[in-house]
């Protein structure tokens, strides 16, 4: 009676500790991420393309773009408007344009204030052009709110498609042609894998079984 008393109970430890192995533990916070180089020259693009995640990985709980890069060059204000066009604090602009999908990531865009440059007045007279030169200037932008993550989940890709640009001029064009930017951008995907059985969990499920077998082959030599 003791022996099969202390079997029952070996075998209901047994029991409880492979439900307890079975839940895996799960990584919360786990991150997948890849980088890529861009470089755009005045009006040309940089297309990039991404990975969307694999939703057989676990969960997907939060995502981020970030890039940092800079931008150079001199771009020619013209005052064809029929007006003066006016120079207010240029910034050099680097824009990431998501490519159609399920509910579209708005523009992500970073911009850095240029340097004060004596020979681009503060207007441009009617009729007239000037050229703003300015040097290397730092540029970093980041997301990591979004209206949906669905966007960004299946087993396709997706693109950004990277440009420069400059801000700040009014009631006249721009033409930034000798313009150019580059840098790096980092995509970075954080979910919750699914749980995957560890070792113990066949170890325990295998004493599990020996114990059952065990009581099964007594019983049966008992009733004999």
């Known amino acids: 009676m003791r022996t099969r008393l202390v079997l029952n109970s070996f075998v209901a430890s047994a029991a409880i500790g492979l439900c307890i192995a079975a839940q895996s533990p799960l990584f919360a916070g786990t991150i997948l991420s890849s980088t890529a180089s861009f470089s755009a020259s005045g009006t040309s693009a ?34 064809n408007q029929g007006v003066d066009a006016s120079i207010a604090n240029p910034k050099a602009l680097i824009k990431f344009q998501f490519s159609a999908g399920t509910s579209t990531p708005s523009q992500l865009s970073g911009n850095g204030s240029l340097s ?26 980041s997301r990591s709110a979004w209206t949906s993550l669905a966007y960004f989940e299946g087993t396709g890709s997706f693109t950004t498609t990277v440009t420069n640009g ?13 313009v ?12 919750t894998p699914v749980p995957v059985p560890e070792p113990s969990t066949y170890a325990m499920a295998a004493v599990g079984v020996g114990i059952f077998s065990l009581i099964s082959w007594r019983r049966r030599a008992a009733s004999n």
């Open 180 to 191: 150019s930017a580059l840098g790096t951008a980092t995509l970075s995907y954080e979910y």
């Open 116 to 141: 004060t440059n004596p020979s681009a007045p503060a207007t441009v007279t009617d009729g007239n052009t000037t050229t703003f030169t300015f040097p290397s200037t730092a540029i970093s932008g």
């Open 166 to 178: 400059i801000s700040g001029i009014t009631d006249g064009s721009t033409d930034y042609s000798n």
């Open 46 to 79: 940089n297309v990039l393309s991404w990975a969307q995640f694999d939703t057989t990985l676990g969960t997907l709980t939060s995502v981020s773009l970030t890039f940092s890069g800079s931008s150079s060059g001199s771009f020619l204000v013209n005052a």
